[in-house]
């Protein structure tokens, strides 16, 4: 079978796309909540509920899924995960109150529960330490991309079709990925086309030694990870926010309609496309220009996407639909810089075999933070409004940041010279 040169980043693409379909189908309801509160007779609080049914199963489900995936491996566990999830989707068309359309949105939290670890494994398996920042940013930007997608198409379904239609279009875009993914991965030590050259530099600096089965206890035990797993906790509720609040937000508070929303929808999530690729490349920026190590360079990008975090805390101080859209665009750039560089953290301080497991628990403290805060818009936005509650994204990620330098910055002797692998940023 003929080789193929730079076969990892032809499987990046791959798993890129299947985060493109995750966020697709995890969006719809978001996107469609207006329409959907009109045709089931559902109130803000109620709609909260139903976002948190989805928040709460996928916080629980990721430190399984992830598990689940380390213990059979890749190809298998995506595979079935993402048929799951592509079968919960659809099932959204049989929704006839705000219960039902509860209980689905916890089957597709449970199902698409294993996308990240999924994805920053294959970060982990395919590619060496140095550029798996890059590999990270690059495959989180299919979450930007199917957000960003996600809006124009999916109101393009429900107004041709009709609400039920769009849930199940979108719900077959998961069950294909699942199809397409189990026909074409291969781990890189069974992938017939891979090069024994481009083999051998995703191998670089790792030890070539049996590794242990993955463990949930060893991965609990590192102090470091309860910083990372602190930081997505307060991060998360950002991200939680742009995409199941502000189409219900524009529509509500600041008077668009459908279709008016749907022509500028998308732009938040461009700029998180531009925020994940460029977190990529500013970790190596900041290692070579300042000659931080592999982890300081990543937290120097946490900064960075923290103070730009103060985009969305403005958004009670304009008066424009169209400038309120350009704030959420900074804070969308801002968390998907930051997001990426998390993830990459936990490559850095986790040996491949407990990657998933590590970032699925990561991600269950993450999608906490965005139950609670989804439950308190759901109490207090009809009270208070939603500024000031879009003001404490801001405060939790700049909090975040610090709680990452403090815990994880490297200093003194172990500041002088980059990382070589991700074990030796392990506890």
Avoid at 62 to 82: E, H, R, S
Avoid at 397 to 420: E, H, N, W, Y
Wanted: hydrophobic letters at 50%; proline letters at 4%; a positive charge.
């Amino acid at each position: 079978m003929k080789k193929i040169r730079g076969l990892r980043w032809q499987i990046l693409a791959l798993m890129m796309l299947g985060t493109v379909i995750n966020y697709i189908d995890r969006n719809t309801l978001g996107i469609l909540a207006p329409t959907l509160k009109e045709q089931l007779h559902f109130t803000t609080e109620q709609y909260s509920f139903i976002v948190s049914a989805f928040q709460l199963c996928y916080s629980l489900m990721q430190p399984v899924a992830g598990f689940i995936t380390d213990l059979v491996g890749l190809k298998l566990g995506y595979a079935m995960f993402a048929f799951v999830w592509g079968a919960a989707a659809g099932m959204h068309a049989l929704a006839g109150s705000w219960q039902s359309m509860a209980f689905f949105r916890g089957l597709l939290g449970v199902s698409e529960a294993a996308a990240m670890p999924s994805g920053v494994k294959t970060s982990t398996l395919w590619f060496p330490a140095r550029e798996r920042s890059i590999a990270t940013g690059w495959f989180n930007t299919g979450s930007s991309i199917g957000a960003m997608i996600a809006p124009p198409f999916v109101i393009w379904l429900s107004l041709t079709y009709g609400w039920q239609e769009a849930f199940i279009v979108t719900g077959l875009l998961g069950v294909g990925m699942s199809l397409l993914w189990y026909t074409l991965y291969r781990n890189p030590e069974n992938h017939p086309r891979l090069t024994k050259e481009e083999h051998s530099y995703i191998l670089e600096g790792r030890e070539h030694t049996e590794l242990p089965k993955p463990s949930m206890k060893r991965v609990l035990g590192k102090g470091k990870f309860w910083s990372i797993a602190a930081a997505r906790f307060l991060t998360e509720p950002a991200w939680q926010t742009f995409s199941f609040w502000i189409p219900l937000y524009m529509v509500s508070t600041r008077g668009m309609d459908i279709k008016q929303f749907a022509l500028f929808a998308w732009l938040p999530f461009l700029a998180g496309d531009i925020g994940c690729i460029l977190s990529g490349y500013l970790s190596p920026f900041f290692a070579k220009r300042f000659k931080m190590t592999l982890v300081n360079s990543r937290i120097a990008g946490v900064g960075v996407g923290a103070v730009c975090m103060i985009g969305p805390a403005l958004i009670g101080l304009v008066s424009s639909p169209i400038a309120a859209i350009f704030l959420f665009s900074v804070g969308a750039f801002a968390h998907q810089m930051l997001s990426s560089l998390l993830y990459a953290l936990v490559t850095d301080t986790f040996e491949k075999q407990d990657v998933g497991t590590a970032t699925g628990f990561g991600g269950m403290a993450g999608y906490l933070g965005g139950m609670i805060f989804s439950l308190m818009i759901g109490q207090l936005a009809t009270t208070i409004g939603y500024e000031p509650l879009f003001a404490c994204l801001s405060v939790f990620d700049l909090t975040a940041f610090a709680i990452i330098a403090l815990v994880l910055g490297q200093r003194g002797s172990k500041a002088t010279g980059a990382m070589p692998n991700a074990a030796a940023g392990a506890d």
